[in-house]
């Protein structure tokens, strides 16, 4: 019977052994099309950064948000807990106490992160070849100072926390420098060349970027409950809203170049 017992234990090493070509699953980025370039270097105004890290709750906050009923991420809550301390001792052994700490936009799930590389357009070179007999060599340069500024789809209550929120999970999606925020200076340029050939007119168009932000935000009734020794989170009255948003890719140009025989 020893050849029957390894070929059972063969057949159950086969039945649950993961399977050996299954791929593990990949993070997802947004691709960069070859029209886009980077700026950071040649922009004249020097955007801050809007690197946003991820609050870390003191001991004592991550044990109340362990007791919540519903998933709590908003960073101001977040910190605002951080600063509470309750203390423990004989005499609260009694004490029955709820302390209502107001309506807060809880958490946002993303449902969908995408971009619009021609979001808006911040700039027009021009160059007139009509009268030359070899090609022109166009460069793109910034005319102007253009402030690029994104916003909530929709209005909706406490919208500085839900952009916060919004702009954390797109900048983790999109892995690019995303603020709500962004301004191009006058002067910028970039080396990168556009040839007008003779007997016509260049058109460079430049376009701010921009990633088209879209889920779910979940709002709530806070509460603090005190049970003797006990500290929880309870959260009443939970509603959820459909939300969108445009933000900026910040330092980031898309170009488009188009010749003519006649001005546009």
Known sequence: MKWMRTILIFLLAVLF???????????????????????????TYPNSSQDLPYLQPSKFTETLLKTSNVRIENPNLVRMLNETSVNRSFLSLGLRAKI????????????????????????????DNRGGDANYKMHYVQEAQKIVRGGLTARIPQADDVKKMMLLKAMENS?????????????????H???????????????????????????????????GTKR???????????????IPIQDYVSFSFSVSEQPK
């Open 193 to 227: 060349e556009y040839n007008v050939p003779k007997k016509r007119l260049g058109y460079l168009y430049a376009y701010a970027p921009a990633v088209n932000e879209k889920g779910k935000v979940t709002y709530g009734e806070v509460y603090l409950v005190l049970k």
């Open 100 to 127: 209502y700490l107001g309506e807060w936009p809880l958490n946002y799930e993303s449902s969908e992160t995408s971009p619009n590389w021609q979001y808006q357009k911040i700039n027009t070179n021009y160059f």
């Open 232 to 246: 929880e989170i309870l959260v009443k009255n939970v509603t959820s809203h459909g939300i969108g948003a445009w």
């Open 175 to 191: 892995k690019l420098p995303l603020s709500f925020d962004t301004i191009i200076g006058a002067g910028t340029k970039k080396g």
């Open 17 to 43: 052994a993961a399977p050996a070509g299954e791929a593990k699953p990949t993070e997802k980025q947004v691709q960069i099309p070859q029209s886009v370039l980077n700026i950071t270097k040649e922009n």
